[in-house]
């Protein structure tokens, strides 16, 4: 475990470090995009941060090929190759899109040579688990479409998501984490060493969201673009096949007896391949769906932009832009670890079932109307001061004493009146009028 926290760190380190000089490259380089109307952010933002996230990918599994440990995995697979080789073309074609808006059809096709490419190089599907059946091997070309598939639908279900400030790192950080649980757990476990490449990507891919996300946190001061979208939305494709397709659910036969039809019955909680990397991107697979329909019974195309996306729906609802950001969080979280419980043994599940109920206790009060959390007292000066407790808030900004140092219920009572904003700006609005978002005007037209 030490040697995947080092490798997750040194990833996540050398991507916070260098999205502040990529930042300045795509300022200077003019890959700041005019504001479009499905647009949320009001400023001309600077993308191409999937290039510090590149780099960051690179040097984990650079560091990774040095460390004891984790240097068999490099030996013994060529799936950290073909994934770097897949991964560089899909950034490749991403950095043109953030400089000169490739057309939709050529960054599909791009996506299929990024799949066919990793494929060629041996991480593909080999075989599918059907409970009930058993192991069904696949021939060439049904696992070279089956894997194209997944590629092309997890990239483009990442893409479809990174519609608001950290949305799609957040989301795919915290489905990282629950496939790295998983992954983990069959390689260590269970000592299926086929699992170790989709362990060692699952913890890079964390790494890459932790690294980036502090520069992307609303308000955003820099956005992944495609660059970044479909790279880590192929990583998590990648993890996904070598698990699926490399680790042959047989060999849980020795630990549970019997044919293989009674083992693939009885280990169906203990090693669901299919379930939990399709569970993971659940909700950015629904939102991809949702928007093809919505867009073909409109008569678009189903590549045309529009505002129908599920974040979009939730803050026209009114939601602010971190609540609804925080609500697909918790969301993803509830999915992702709920379906992980049921792959762990009665002895760990004291571990995960803290995890799902705090994602629904989260979840819930994030929807409850006019509900915004506040932190402690203590915590008052280390937090951002919309987070803040309006005495601390007003006493802080005039100078005076902060919260919790003296003051009177009217005084209360006064601050918080004057403090107080109109419904739907900084949270949901059940009660009251909604506030829909205003249309938005490129950068540079008169208003």
């Given at each position: 475990m030490?040697n995947?926290?080092?490798?997750?760190c040194?990833?996540?380190a050398?991507?916070?470090?260098l999205?502040?000089?990529?930042?300045?490259?795509?300022?200077?380089?003019g890959?700041?995009?005019e504001i479009r109307a499905r647009?949320?952010?009001?400023?001309?933002?600077?993308?191409?941060?999937g290039i510090?996230?590149?780099?960051g990918?690179?040097?984990?599994?650079?560091v990774?090929?040095?460390l004891?440990?984790?240097?068999?995995?490099f030996?013994?697979?060529?799936?950290?190759r073909?994934l770097?080789?897949?991964?560089a073309?899909i950034?490749?074609?991403?950095?043109?899109?953030?400089?000169?808006?490739?057309?939709?059809l050529?960054?599909?096709g791009a996506?299929?040579?990024?799949?066919?490419v990793?494929?060629?190089?041996?991480?593909?599907?080999?075989?599918?688990?059907?409970?009930?059946?058993?192991?069904v091997?696949?021939?060439q070309?049904?696992?070279t479409?089956?894997?194209v598939a997944?590629?092309?639908?997890?990239?483009?279900a990442?893409n479809?998501?990174?519609?608001?400030?950290?949305l799609a790192?957040g989301m795919?950080?915290?489905?990282?984490a629950a496939?790295?649980?998983?992954?983990y757990?069959?390689?260590?476990?269970?000592?299926?060493?086929?699992?170790?490449?989709?362990?060692l990507?699952?913890?890079?891919?964390?790494?890459?969201?932790?690294?980036f996300?502090?520069h992307?946190?609303?308000?955003?001061?820099?956005f992944?673009?495609d660059?970044?979208?479909?790279l880590?939305?192929l990583?998590?494709?990648a993890?996904?096949?070598?698990?699926?397709?490399?680790?042959?659910p047989?060999?849980?036969k020795?630990?549970e007896?019997g044919?293989?039809?009674?083992a693939?019955?009885?280990?169906?909680?203990?090693?669901?391949?299919l379930?939990l990397p399709l569970?993971?991107?659940?909700?950015?697979m629904?939102?991809?769906?949702?928007a093809?329909?919505?867009?073909?019974?409109?008569?678009?195309?189903?590549?045309?932009?529009d505002?129908?996306?599920?974040?979009?729906?939730?803050?026209e609802?009114?939601?602010?832009?971190?609540?609804?950001?925080f609500?697909?969080?918790?969301?993803?979280?509830?999915?992702?670890?709920?379906t992980?419980?049921y792959?762990?043994?009665?002895?760990?599940?004291?571990i995960?079932?803290?995890?799902?109920?705090?994602?629904a206790?989260?979840?819930?009060?994030?929807?409850?109307p006019?509900?915004?959390p506040r932190a402690?007292?203590?915590?008052?000066?280390?937090?951002p001061?919309?987070y803040r407790?309006r005495?601390f808030?007003?006493?802080y900004?005039a100078?005076?004493p902060?919260?919790?140092e003296?003051?009177?219920?009217?005084?209360?009572?006064?601050?918080?009146?004057?403090?107080r904003?109109?419904?739907?700006?900084?949270g949901?609005?059940?009660?009251?009028?909604r506030?829909h978002?205003?249309?938005?005007r490129?950068?540079?037209?008169?208003?």
């Open positions: 030490r995947y926290l080092l490798t997750l040194i990833t996540a050398v991507t916070y470090l999205t502040g000089p990529v930042r300045k490259f795509a300022i200077a380089s890959a700041m995009p647009d949320v952010h009001r400023e001309p933002t600077p993308r191409l941060g510090a996230m590149f780099f990918l690179c040097s984990g599994l650079l990774a090929d040095h004891d440990r984790l240097n068999s995995v030996a013994l697979s060529n799936e950290p073909a770097l080789s897949g991964a073309l950034w490749l074609i991403g950095v043109l899109d953030d400089k000169f808006e490739i057309d939709a050529i960054k599909l996506q299929m040579i990024a799949a066919g990793m494929v060629v190089q041996g991480l593909t599907i080999l075989w599918l688990p059907i409970p009930g059946i058993g192991t091997g696949l021939t070309g049904q696992g479409l089956l894997t997944l590629v092309v639908l997890t990239i483009n990442v479809f998501v990174d519609g608001l400030d950290g790192a795919v950080c915290i489905a990282s496939f790295f649980l998983y992954a757990r069959l390689w260590f476990g269970y000592g299926i060493e086929a699992a170790a490449p989709a362990t990507f699952a913890a890079v891919l964390i790494g890459m969201c932790l690294g996300l502090p992307n946190m609303h308000p955003a001061r820099i992944m673009g660059s970044g979208s479909m880590i939305g990583v998590l494709a993890s996904a096949i070598s698990i699926t397709g490399q680790v042959d047989d060999t849980l020795i630990f007896g044919s293989t039809r009674q693939t019955h009885a280990a169906l909680p203990v090693f669901i391949p379930l569970t993971i991107i659940a909700i950015p629904a939102d991809l769906f949702l093809i329909v919505r867009r073909t019974w409109k008569g678009q195309s189903p590549f045309a932009a505002r129908g996306h599920l974040h979009h729906r939730l803050l609802v009114g939601h602010s832009h971190s609540r609804a950001v609500i697909m969080y918790f969301w993803s979280a509830l999915i992702a670890f709920g992980l419980m792959s762990v043994h009665s002895a760990s599940m004291w995960m079932l803290p995890i799902v109920a705090l994602s206790i989260g979840l819930v009060l994030l929807l409850l006019r509900f915004k402690p007292l203590w915590a008052q000066s280390f937090v001061p919309r407790r005495r808030r007003k006493g900004a100078g005076g902060e919260a919790g003296g003051g009177s219920p009217d005084a209360d009572a006064a601050a918080d009146e004057d403090l904003v109109p419904a739907g700006i900084n949901a609005t059940a009660i009251g009028a506030a978002l205003p249309e938005r490129k950068a540079g037209t008169p208003s």
